[in-house]
């Protein structure tokens, strides 16, 4: 597509279920980067993909996440039995492979409230 | 792990204008790259300038430019003749030269004021 797409754009959910956040990259990109943005703050980090691996997951804060991403293109980050402080805005962005590059385009996020 | 800072939660500029927004970082490496990004409300996170750590000319994009200083690892972003368009969170990046991942600051809001 033109841009990163990233669905859905808000999420609401109680606290203990699970939740799925989807990436869908721009076509082309290999790298593929989750990261959260939690209010007041800046973006954290959480997971990078080259291709359908995950050479760096350092990023993810429990066990209760985890992501895939399924023919070098679609992401989908999983975090399961919600909390409250998982309330943030989760954003993807995708890019060449980091060796040709460094233009990243982000998608717009999903923010998710856990209430 | 590279740490960047941002010293300023909130600025405000005049229409017309001038603000420098601040942004410092820590690292031993030679080789990375440096970037700012406005956030506005729709939160898609938008490439305002770029600059190569090995490069001593500051990067200039239109009315925004940079004031790289490397030896004290301070990158500000100046933003001449602001607009009410420019008002956005504004966040300094860092990337290592080897590496992928962006390192961000915790942001700058902009208000700009007609």
């Known amino acids: 597509g033109a841009g990163v797409s990233q669905s859905p754009s808000n999420k609401v959910t109680e606290k203990g279920k699970d939740v799925e956040l989807r990436c869908d990259p721009i076509?082309?990109?290999?790298?593929l980067y989750w990261y959260r943005q939690s209010l007041g703050q800046g973006l954290e980090f959480l997971i990078y993909f080259q291709g359908n691996s995950a050479p760096d997951k350092s990023g993810l804060p429990s066990d209760r996440f985890s992501a895939e991403r399924t023919g070098g293109s679609v992401s989908t980050l999983t975090i399961q039995r919600t909390q409250q402080e998982d309330s943030a805005v989760y954003l993807c962005a995708s890019s060449f492979s980091p060796d040709r590059g460094f233009n990243y385009t982000f998608g717009s996020g999903t923010r998710l409230t856990v209430v | 792990a590279q740490t960047v800072t941002q010293s300023q939660p909130e600025m405000s500029v005049q229409e017309a204008e001038t603000v420098t927004l601040s942004c410092t970082y820590d690292t031993s490496e030679s080789d990375y790259y440096l970037f700012w990004y406005k956030q506005p409300p729709s939160r898609q996170m938008i490439l305002v300038i770029r600059q190569e750590a090995y490069k001593q000319q500051n990067a200039t994009e239109n009315r925004f430019s940079v004031n790289f200083q490397k030896a004290a690892k301070s990158f500000s972003l100046k933003i001449s003749d602001s607009q009410l368009g420019d008002a956005a969170m504004y966040f300094c990046a860092y990337r290592s030269g080897l590496g992928y991942a962006l390192n961000f600051g915790k942001g700058t809001s902009l208000l700009v004021t007609p």
């Open positions: 076509s082309g990109h290999t790298a």
